[in-house]
């Protein structure tokens, strides 16, 4: 009974040892490194590391006759990252027998017990063939096998028949489409705010796809060797070479960082990368902010050089023929569907056909994309956009001819910034290519959300996107001069990240832009008044009560003219919809048309003044009900209970809806509570009638916290009879609810529940959850008090993070305080909110009594705080 225990303490042990040389050998490694990061060393000490393991594991668990293990993947380049898994191929000559399986199954546990976390497959030469037609990413990976042990002959067997097999055309086309979608699932974009080095456009796959097609097509496996096949420059070769370098040491210290595989650039882990890059913050910008900026360039320059060598591959495996080709001028020719050049030295002879490139493409329509040659030599003559070239008349002339074109204005300024010639044509911009925002609501950097703001507005001038948008449609088909609209979208965050106030900096720098350009008097006087009034369309709409008279004369009198009220109109949808999906909603939108509508008239001549407004308001609501069939006097009963405020903060369809639902109310201690769907069915519109219930604000936000219901608008009224009339607008915070089911379920449960809602439990219910963008970059939260109107009421602005839950603490404060909440105008912007609310009480008339009010808002926004407690 001894001998079998012996053996088995034998095999034990020497697993043991082979576990614990092998931790050694890496943490030696890993001690190397941090005294010089060099990211191709520690790899391959990783690499020599766990082939030793393996060749040792193999004298305990020797492979069948005949057989051969190798290393494929990223393995198989000879590149081992600190947690990645070891990707290996065990080859048999034929299939295996049930002992052979026994003892493949012996050591695929053994390499785990040491420490290897393989990702293992055992096939035949036959089946390994088999699955590369079948699938690319196999195909990819036994392309890269290294031989480790066992019968180096049968695995030069099958890399002959592996290449004997490879179609370089199949290939390229597979691998082409394959990066397509693996970058439509990045949104094609490398400024994602938590990239990922590894897969997002940008990131080290797209290197490896350039070595794959390279090699497949006959060009080598190096950097160095595809230069010298004359695919790539020298320089070219030099850049690529050390953006590879880069992200392989960015994927090793997010390893070490998080002691796991991690290849995403997380917001809470890239202020631990700038730690390990040793990056300190500026005045302005925080030391992650700056690891991330630099990440993105590194990330544009192999998009563009990917962008380049792919195209470049493509036409020497698909040549066209010179016979399909037609001149366009003296400098242009098109092939199909393809702008190419007559002289590869054009740009260096005649820099500004820099810019005139992108206008030939725009006024050919069917060209869609630049030959290798010309985007080549492009990039190549970028340094020729200086200081001279910016002042030339003529190259001024051409980067306005391109803004006022009728098609392509989009797809020429992206391409002019992946190609780098828009940052360099105007500094300003370059500054912000790669900028994060970490406000909590933009999720881009801000040169794309500038691109994307471009391409909204575009969209107003398409007969597609009518639908969608209706108003700013029809605005735009009688907006002359489109283009202006263009350069203060270009302009309007231009400023971020300089410190002080962008919209004033932004604005000096588009005037600038005018001047050196020779825009009119009043296409200056229009571009400069967007960009420095770019957020104000926004904040008036969802932060002030616009059914006040003088909140629309005060905005008419900002904006002058109906010219700039349309052309801020449009900005602003173009703004808010560009920085994040979950910042835009119909609800947001009618906010913004409503103002719109109101100062249109304003600016019309109309008085405006609070008894014509009440009057058309209150005749409109009369003939809704009359439409309705409620008779006069019992209209007119239930309108005696009500106050000129009521009648200001209400649309003419809320003051008929409510009085429908509540005329017979007058007199008794009835209930009601009515749900319907919002204009454009994103949310609900909630009427609250009841007697006094205590914190029935607080409950009321908590409730619908509890259903996951993120409040947008409040508006609280008290009758004469001492009767709560509150309308409230909510929005599903996951955007999938079944409104009509959740109106009568808010129906029925407020209605009979509503003096038992117990705030505490509500409050469990809803937690505190927040994102991570808001851990890792937290908003400090601002309160505001001002006085309203005649010092009758108080105006507390509130900036600070989203949470759940936040709206009933807030109003649970008010509680404490004894003060009544008259209206509250909520805004969400992404992980963000910024609340207004009108309020009413003696209690802020007092100096120390305000501050104490102060500071319990401000503990009651604070995070910190709440986890503590």
Known sequence: MTKPIAIKDTLSDKVGAIRFSLKTSRDEAFEKYRAKPLA????????????????QLLEVYPLPKGAAL?????????????FSDVDLLILL??????????????????????????????????QCLTEARADITIETSLLELRWIAGSRSLTQRFMSLMKEQLDPRSFFQAKRSEMQQRHARFQETPYSLEPNCKESPGGLRDLQVILWMARAAGFGQTWKQIAQS??????????????????????????????????????????????????????????????MQRYYWAARLVTQLNTLLVQAIGEHLFPLSMTDARPLDEHYIAHHNRLDIVDEQLFEKNPSELLRIFLVMQQHPELTELSARALRSIWHARHQIDASFRADPVNRHLFIEILKQNQGIVHALRRMTMLNILP?????????????????????????????????????TMVEHAQEYPLATRLMAGFDRHWLLYVAALFHDIAKGRGGDHSTLGAEEVRKFARTHDLKEDETDLVVFLVKHHLMMSQVAQKKDLSDPNVIQ???????????????YLLTVADIRGTSPKVWNAWKGKLLEDLFNLTLAALGGSSGDANTVLRHRMDEAAGLTRLAGLRDDAREAFWAQLDVAYFLRHDAPEIAWHTRHLYYCFGTEETVIKARPTEGAEGLQVLVYTKHVKNLFARLCGYFGSRGLNIQDARIHTTRGGYALDSFIVLPTNGLNDLRSDAALIEHELTTQLDKLNLADLKRQIGIRTSRLSKAFPFPPSVEIK????????????????????????????????????????????????DVFVITGEALSQPRVQRQFERALLDTLSLEQLRAA
């Open 787 to 834: 006085p309203g109107e005649m010092n009758e009421t108080w105006v507390i602005d509130i900036t600070a993070t989203d949470r759940a839950g936040l709206l009933s603490d807030l109003a649970q404060v008010f509680v404490d305080f004894n003060l009544v909440i008259q209206t509250a105008k909520v805004m969400t912007l992404g992980d963000r909110v910024e």
């Open 40 to 55: 191709d060393t520690l790899l391959t000490s990783l690499r020599r590391a766990a082939d030793q393991a393996l060749r």
């Open 70 to 82: 190798a290393a494929v993947g990223g393995f198989g380049r000879g590149e081992l990252y600190p």
């Open 554 to 568: 005060e905005f008419a009198s900002l904006v002058r003219t109906p010219r700039n009220l349309t052309a801020l």
């Open 93 to 126: 000559p034929a299939d295996p027998c049930p002992a052979a399986e026994a003892t493949l199954s012996g050591l695929v546990a053994a390499m785990w017990d040491v420490g290897l976390e393989p990702g293992c497959s055992v096939r035949t030469i036959e």
């Open 230 to 291: 004359g695919l790539l420059t020298r320089s070219e070769a030099r850049d690529l070479g050390r953006a590879e370098q880069a992200f392989k040491r960015l994927r090793i210290e997010l390893h070490l960082l998080v002691n796991r595989r991690e290849d995403r650039l997380l917001f809470d882990l890239q202020h631990g990368l700038s730690q390990a890059y040793q990056i300190k913050a500026t005045a302005t910008r925080r030391a992650s902010e700056i690891l």
């Open 424 to 460: 360099r044509y105007l500094p300003a911009f370059r500054r912000v290519v790669g900028q994060m925002q970490h406000d909590l609501f933009h999720v881009y950097t801000v040169d794309q959300h500038t691109l994307a703001v471009l391409r909204n507005i575009r969209r107003f």
